[in-house]
T-cell receptor
């Protein structure tokens, strides 16, 4: 079983829609979690960290469910510029494991 | 400007011809790492370094070497490249791995024929 698994998508959504997707992780002892964004095979960039209580950054909301071992990302009011691949990253004892990414395409 | 610089951006080579991909960061980060990215597999760690002169294997270290003689540089060496090392490579650094974000270089697209 992979350490981090994501639905590859693609999720094709119209502008203004809400899209949400999850990432599951296998190691229950994982300490911290992140979402990175990657545009068209460019370098990944940190989108947001995921805190136990859940956190929001503008139109983006991240949640952590430790009992079921998944994190989620929700994008509200999607923009064309949100089209990207979203990478789930899990930290376990200073070792980061990356998911293969979920592709989101926002259409006009 | 704070950045991680990788060179070259694109490289086409032949099997067995030694090559080095350079990586340099100007943020005084102690942690540096190399990843390869292949379709459907996500980023996989090749080697990482927690500090100068300290390097450790990641998940896929076979066929690669690294060195960390100074804090800012972390070159990736392929002594005898093979076609299965054709991939997109990223170098990254972090102030505090697991807490602070990873800063990635622009990537090196390597093709081994």
């Amino acid at each position: 079983r992979k350490e981090v698994e994501q639905d590859p998508g693609p999720f094709n959504v119209p502008e203004g829609a809400t899209v949400a997707f999850n990432c599951t992780y296998s190691n229950s002892a994982s300490q911290s979690f992140f979402w990175y964004r990657q545009d068209c095979r460019k370098e990944p960039k940190l989108l947001m960290s995921v805190y136990s209580s859940g956190n929001e950054d503008g139109r983006f909301t991240a949640q952590l469910n430790r009992a079921s071992q998944y994190i989620s990302l929700l994008i509200r009011d999607s923009k064309l510029s949100d089209s990207a691949t979203y990478l789930c990253v899990v930290n376990n004892d200073y070792k980061l494991s990356f998911g293969a990414g979920t592709t989101v395409t926002v259409r006009a | 400007e704070a950045q991680v610089t990788q060179n070259p951006r694109y490289l086409i080579t032949v099997t067995g011809k030694k090559l080095t991909v350079t990586c340099s960061q100007n943020m005084n980060h102690e942690y540096m790492s190399w990843y390869r990215q292949d379709p459907g597999l996500g980023l996989r760690q090749i080697y990482y370094s927690m500090n100068v002169e300290v390097t450790d294997k990641g998940d896929v270290p076979e066929g690669y070497k690294v060195s960390r003689k100074e804090k800012r540089n972390f070159p990736l060496i392929l002594e005898s490249p093979s076609p299965n090392q054709t991939s997109l490579y990223f170098c990254a650094s972090s102030e505090n791995i697991g807490i602070s974000p990873l800063h990635f270089g622009n990537g090196t697209r390597l093709t081994v024929t």
